[in-house]
């Protein structure tokens, strides 16, 4: 059944009692820990798990309580700390990495067991936040710099003494490059050794331009965009306002649903299928929440060294907006590392430059001096 079509719709919570915010949250600072719990970690052989639950802030400064999953090398002693920000792109809680990590559902679980065989710690944090706002960068790099913050004062993981490097790509790429320009403002006390980002959405407004009324292959994961954004700001973005039955009936059946899911049923659909009204991207308060959440509009400047890599062709997350961002960190001070390759496909430049981007993070860990090359 449709809900009301001006409510936005949020996601079914986890009934585990874990992720369930305590009565005291307001009284506590970002990155303290609520509580933490040992874990099986299942197929990640030759791994001991933690989960730690700790209060961040929303985007608009209200506490929250968030999760991140943390994965160490059995038998490992003060080991490096990699924040991994995963390939989330989702609607639901199980597409969380705290439960994605289990159930199949994170595609780069693979990917996020790489730091694991350098012997390094991986936490992987559910950045969305509790109500998966798939879209909402400015709170993915607030949860992910208060998940490193929870990791180290939880003393049961070992991990407060330890460097830390941040990483991610598309999605994850958005929260690690959001969480590095957020730092110097946001968590000054910490001491980020390295940041890693690569295909990063950084023009909201470009994008959804971009992607117009015409029917699109990735149209599903726009879409969970718009509605992940709204549940951030629901009284800003009213998403759910300007959609007909259709849309209504497209948000409901995708509400509590992951990458595939959205990609797939939500391939060659378009905006001119679901909209009861054309008028939304001409709301100054729309262009004002996706402005917000658009790095190439974000003044300040990572004080951490970073690497970022960008596919000139690529047809997902345009390239002269990532350029133009690497291009003023250069000109702040930045000391940063900034490739790009002759791709156009977004993910396969995914695979081409996180090889590098390790290999970034293993000489940041190993106190070599920083290059720039911008």
Known sequence: M?????????????????????????GMAPGDVVRTRHINTGPYIGTEGWQVAFRSTNSGGNPILA?????LPMGAKNPPLVSYQALIN?????CNPSRS??????????????PIIRGW?????????????YGAAKLSGMVTLDSVRAVQRAEEIGLADSPVAIAGYSGGG???AWAAALQPTYAPELNLAAVVAGGIPADLEQMARGLG???????????AAAMGLEREYPDRLPVSAQLNHTGLWFRDFTQNECRRFLLFHGALRSAEQFAASKSLMDSAEAKDVLHENSLRRFSG???APMYLWHGVYDTLTPFDSVKEVADRYCQDGTPLTFVSYDIAEHMTTAVVGFPDAWNYIESRFRNEPVPVHC
């Open 174 to 176: 958005m929260a690690a």
């Open 67 to 71: 999760v991140t999953t943390v994965l």
């Open 121 to 133: 710690a991986v936490s992987l944090p559910d950045y969305l936040g509790p109500n998966v706002a």
């Open 2 to 26: 449709t809900t009301a079509a001006a409510d936005p719709l949020y996601p079914t919570p986890d009934p585990d009692p874990f992720f369930a915010p305590p009565s005291d949250l307001d």
């Open 90 to 94: 989702s609607l639901g809680t199980k």
């Open 213 to 223: 009324f015409e029917p699109h292959p990735g149209f599903g994961l726009a879409f």
């Open 301 to 303: 400047t990572p004080t």
């Open 101 to 114: 990590l289990f159930n199949g559902e994170l595609q780069d679980s693979a990917g996020a067991m790489l």
